[in-house]
């Protein structure tokens, strides 16, 4: 303490106290307050803990609904695909891959077209373009080509949907092929009950009659408005006593049918026997639903025997022998031949054109086309032999007692030729002059079979192989015909499912420009590495169109060509064109939208692309073709024709024809320098293409000689071997950047042609 606080006699003692105990006040208040927060925090904590508590549940069931719903989405019983506004796959449930038949990897980002029948592509569209603008369409049915399936009947539900990402399309699809089938089946079955030639009458499970035909109507007298709903004892005749029915109801009760022969009564009282047939129709439990009858008026028992022969053994329409009779001839012949030592030939032919003539003049044009044939061809052969229909278009014809192999082909080909000869003269039906024709197989005993079913085969054979010749020709069955056949079945199996399999290819092969010194644009061919190595697209391209596939390759290599032009990014690519040959029958499967639609899919201009088309695209359908060919130019498409001076283009029609580019066949190059008739076709064709104001280029070039000679002559536009081979997509394009870039005006193996 302080002096002044002793002279006082004063103590600090209390207030130190005092602000001690203040102290100690407020620590325990700011304890308090410390326990306090504590003990909030440990509720804030605990409340914190349960919300996680709830919100790990609440995920995990969303986990679980989500899975469920993903279960259901994907199991459902109906296809469930997203499409984007281009109609390409965004999402498939797997009832979708199971019905379309690739794995969920194969169908992302392709286009449901691909999968389309051409009968629903250009529907399709219109839909999606409709509900695209609001007005989605109620439910519809498309038909879907899978690698499964040719014919896929689907009824699908469409609804867009405007995701963040852009328009979608929800589809559900459901198969509807049985239920299509079972209506044809159905369908065909009301044809049949009410066009046969025999009476019908069907029964409850107590004979009340519930459905007749028009042949009962004729029949009996009675029409079907008068029986329903009464038993068949009102046609009883009076002629049969109890016994007899119960007999026929026993049998009915214990076998399911009886059959035989009973005299029944016309409406107007007149008796007549009929030849009955009556059948129990039951349910899966055995329990008798309906009784079918069939019944024919058998009153004029001699007409009704040669009936029955004549039904039986000829052809209805023709009167020609049937395959029945000509089974029981030939193997007759084939017996005696045997004993003799003889030959027999067997033909087989078929007529051209004929669905043709179907399609356009109907099915009676048809019938009278066939029993004009048929009298020819009886004309044309000997008493002796036999001709006969087998159905459809195809008759048989088997020569008989033939004494040695060369008089047996000696005789077969003055048959043969005799009866092309007749099929070849036209026609005169329904004031129509129709032209005909046929292609014979001919296949002959013992040479080329022992029995009547190898001989038949053998002869369908050849004929198919004739046929491939081009027609209106005969062939004689050859061991490798067989071997060819074969084949051909081993090709269709696994051509079926190629395009799926991404089996199917492109090369490219460069043209070059020689007179600028670049490439001016690639064609594209198609390959197929097959089971048993790389296969010639001259015989695979027929047997995809044979199929009906023709026209979806023809689209996917459109697509897959214009995709490749469009990545190649080398100085100079943007001025090539792309040339894209197409057969007959995949030219006129493709439309001037498919074009549009490959074009706004790749970017690729249309400008840009060369449609080919050879000479035979003009044989059948001239017209046609044109037609199609400016809906194709009118976009911007050049056209070439292809294999020039192979086919049957007149000079005449070739003025009239839109053509931007004359290809002239590699035959006709093949010959150079040394054929001088070689080199004036070409300078001729050369000069005919520039007064027409037509491009003109030169294929299959293979040595320097040629080429050099082309040049001479003014071809600027060279495409072969000479330069470069066929490449894949990107050495084509290596290759491509690599002459560009070097600037060669010649291969390096010829030299500078300067």
């Known amino acids: 303490m302080t002096d002044e606080q002793q002279a006082q006699g004063e103590s600090p003692l209390p207030e130190t106290l005092e602000q001690a105990r203040e102290r100690i006040r407020e620590l325990e208040t700011e304890q308090e307050g410390a326990q306090r927060t504590l003990e909030e925090l440990r509720l804030h904590q605990e409340e914190l803990h349960a919300q996680n508590e709830e919100l790990r549940q609440t995920q995990q069931a969303l986990a679980q609904a989500s899975q469920r719903y993903q279960d259901l989405f994907d199991f459902a019983p109906v296809a469930f695909l997203v499409l984007d506004a281009n109609g390409e796959t965004v999402e498939v449930n797997r009832t979708a891959t199971r019905m379309l038949g690739l794995p969920r990897s194969h169908l992302l980002q392709q286009p449901l077209r691909r999968f389309l029948d051409t009968s629903s592509r250009e529907p399709f569209h219109q839909l999606l373009a409709a509900a695209g603008h609001g007005t989605p369409p109620e439910d519809f049915e498309l038909v879907l080509n899978t690698p499964e399936q040719s014919e896929l009947h689907v009824q699908v539900s469409l609804s867009p949907d405007h995701d963040p990402a852009g328009l979608r399309f929800r589809l ?93 009564r016309r409406k107007n009282g007149e008796i007549y026997p009929e030849w009955l047939k009556i059948n129990a129709v039951t349910d899966r439990d055995g329990n008798i639903r309906h009784y079918l009858g069939i019944f024919s008026d058998i009153g004029d028992h001699g007409q009704t025997g040669q009936d029955v022969e004549r039904f039986a053994f000829y052809d209805a329409l023709t009167g020609l022998p049937n395959r029945t009779l000509l089974h029981e001839r030939l193997k007759h012949g084939l017996m005696r031949s045997k004993r003799d030592g003889r030959m027999v030939g067997v033909f087989y032919l078929d007529l051209d054109g004929f669905k043709t003539l179907n399609d356009t003049l109907g099915h009676q044009a048809g019938d009278q086309l066939l029993q004009q044939a048929a009298e020819r061809l009886q004309k044309v052969i000997r008493p002796s032999d036999t001709v006969a229909r087998l159905g459809g278009d195809e008759f048989t014809v088997v020569l008989c007692e033939l004494d040695d192999e060369e008089t047996a082909m000696q005789t077969a080909r003055r048959v043969a030729g005799d009866i092309l000869a007749a099929l070849r003269r036209p026609f005169h039906i329904h004031g129509n002059e129709v032209i005909s024709g046929g292609s014979i197989g001919i296949a002959l005993f013992p040479r080329d079979g022992s029995t009547c079913s190898e001989l038949a085969k053998h002869a369908d054979i050849a004929m198919y192989q004739a046929k491939e010749d081009g027609g209106q020709k005969y062939a004689f069955f050859a061991p490798e015909m067989n071997r060819q056949l074969e084949r051909r079945v081993s ?258 193996q010829c030299g500078d042609p300067t």
């Not at 395009?499 to 001016?520: C, H, I, K």
């Not at 130019?633 to 003025?655: C, E, K, N």
């Open 172 to 264: 559900a699809m459901v198969d509807v092929t049985a239920r299509k089938r079972a209506e044809q089946h159905q369908r065909l079955a009301a044809t049949v009950f009410e066009e046969s030639n025999e009476g019908i009458i069907v029964t409850d499970a107590r004979a009340r009659i519930q459905r007749v035909n028009h042949a009962f109507t004729i029949v009996t007298g009675y029409q079907e408005d008068e029986v329903v709903g009464r038993t068949p004892g009102l046609l009883s005749s009076g002629r049969h006593d109890r016994s007899f029915y119960e007999h026929m109801w026993n049998r009915l009760q214990e076998e399911g049918h009886w059959m035989g022969e009973v005299w029944n």
């Open 491 to 748: 090709l269709e199996n696994q051509l079926r499912h190629a395009l799926g399999r991404n089996e199917l290819s492109l090369a490219f092969q460069p043209v070059v420009d020689t007179r600028q010194g670049r490439v001016a644009g690639v064609e594209a061919l198609m390959r197929w590495d097959g089971f048993d190595g790389s296969i010639s697209p001259l015989e695979f391209i027929p047997i995809l169109e044979n199929l009906g596939l023709g026209a979806e390759v023809a689209r996917w290599t459109l697509e897959q060509a214009c995709n490749a032009l469009r990545d190649w990014a080398f100085p100079g690519a943007e001025e090539l064109w792309l040339a894209v040959n197409f057969s007959p029958r995949q030219l006129h499967g493709l439309t001037a939208g498919d074009l549009r639609d490959t074009f706004a899919k790749t970017g690729v201009q249309p400008t840009r692309v060369v449609v080919e088309a050879t000479e035979d695209h003009f044989r059948d359908d001239a017209s046609s073709v044109i037609s199609t060919l400016h809906d194709l130019r009118s976009l911007g498409v050049r056209v070439a024709l292809d294999d020039f001076g192979t086919g049957h283009s007149s000079l005449g029609r070739l003025r009239h024809m839109p053509i931007d580019i004359i290809k002239l066949d590699r035959s006709f190059v093949r010959g150079l320098p040394e054929d001088t008739c070689d080199l004036a076709i070409v300078n001729t064709v050369m000069t005919m293409a520039r007064h027409l104001d037509m491009h003109f280029l030169a294929e299959g070039v293979e040595t320097c000689e040629q080429l050099g000679l082309l040049r001479d002559q003014g071809c600027d536009l060279i495409q072969g071997y000479v330069y470069i081979p066929p490449l894949p997509a990107s050495d084509c394009a290596r290759w491509c950047e690599e002459f560009h870039r070097d600037g060669p005006s010649s291969p390096s």
